[in-house]
């Protein structure tokens, strides 16, 4: 992991599937668990996923918090 990883969770968003368009941070539990279980894509967007799948694993969600924009 590279620490500009974490920010990139709240700024970069789900480029296909059922949640395109959706923040990597805030897709559901079951989507990333469904991933870990078929396997993340070898890419940049897999990498990042896996990263969310660990952190939304261990309850630590909100460690993004004060990364993301105020609305």
């Given at each position: 992991m590279q620490p500009e990883d974490l920010q990139k969770l709240v700024e970069r968003s789900m480029p296909f599937g059922k949640y395109e368009g959706r923040?990597?941070?805030?897709?559901?539990?079951?989507?990333?668990n469904w991933f870990a279980r078929e396997g993340f894509?070898?890419?940049e967007?897999?990498?990042?996923?896996?990263?969310?799948?660990?952190?939304?694993?261990n309850g630590l969600s909100d460690l993004?918090?004060?990364?993301r924009k105020p609305r």
């Open positions: 923040l990597i941070a805030d897709l559901p539990g079951d989507y990333l894509p070898k890419s967007i897999g990498r990042l996923l896996q990263l969310m799948h660990e952190i939304d694993h993004l918090t004060p990364l």
